[in-house]
């Protein structure tokens, strides 16, 4: 999320219309075509008692790589196919399914349905907003990454003390962080940055899918632990 230097918006530059069009789409669809995956593979974890015993128990092992996953994908862009980036955010996204089915199996089905809806309404909303404002946006980057970094530390601390309060307010400034960062991030996208960082529009089309993708699924989940109803 850091500012690149040799990005065309520091540099004051922008793609044509067409081919920042193209880019955004191309990201949609990727993001979406993960979105599916991760909905499959949720409905099958969740509705099978076997799976989610086996996925409780590994739930640790499965966020280390799932973390590993995404700080891989973004570190070696530049190295990999595009080919190659796009089965990783794949396989990214099958397992964030299996921890998602673990989640929505906690909740009651309108819950999930309400905060999937939700979800999808603020993300199209800034995703709207980031396409044509003509704000650079680039001043939200620094404090988004510090309010990420903030989530994950007030999230840890959340774990060992269980303070209510503090999970309601974690929850509600994930949900404006991480959709801030979707009209950031598809801003980026359109003034061709992700293009610049990843060397090519193949592999900028899988990258800038696996930001929106990531930015979705956390407002869906902040959302689904505000309005959620537990069985």
């Known amino acids: 999320m850091n500012q690149n230097p040799a990005s ?5 530059v922008r793609p044509s219309a067409q081919l920042a069009s193209a880019l955004l789409t191309q990201a949609f669809v990727w993001m979406f075509a993960g979105l599916l995956l991760t909905a499959v593979v949720a409905y ?6 076997r799976l989610v015993q086996i996925a409780s128990e590994w739930v640790f092992l499965l966020f280390i790589g799932q973390l590993a996953l995404v700080v891989g994908i973004t570190a070696a862009m530049k190295k990999i ?6 089965l990783l955010f794949f396989v990214y996204a099958a397992s964030i399914g299996v921890t998602i089915g673990l989640i929505v199996q906690l909740y009651t089905e309108t819950s999930v349905v309400a905060a999937f809806f939700s979800a999808a ?7 709207i907003y980031g396409a044509v404002t ?5 001043g939200l980057g620094p ?6 970094i903030g989530l994950i530390v007030a999230s840890i601390v959340n774990i060992f003390l269980d303070l209510g309060p503090l999970s309601l307010a974690i929850s509600v ?6 959709t801030a960062l979707t009209a950031y991030d598809v801003k980026r996208i359109t003034s061709g940055d992700y293009a610049a960082a990843a060397g090519s529009l193949e ?3 899988v990258f800038s899918a696996l930001s929106l993708y990531l930015d979705f699924i956390n407002i869906f989940l902040f959302l689904l632990r505000i309005f959620g109803s537990r069985n």
């Open 203 to 205: 592999k900028a089309a």
């Open 134 to 138: 003509k704000r650079t946006l680039t």
């Open 143 to 148: 404090t988004l990454f510090i309010g990420v």
């Open 121 to 127: 309404s603020l993300f199209g909303a800034a995703a």
């Open 81 to 86: 196919s595009a080919m190659v980036a796009l």
């Open 173 to 178: 400034i994930g949900v404006v962080i991480f």
């Open 44 to 49: 099958f974890v969740q509705g099978n008692p």
């Open 8 to 12: 065309p918006t520091a540099l004051g």
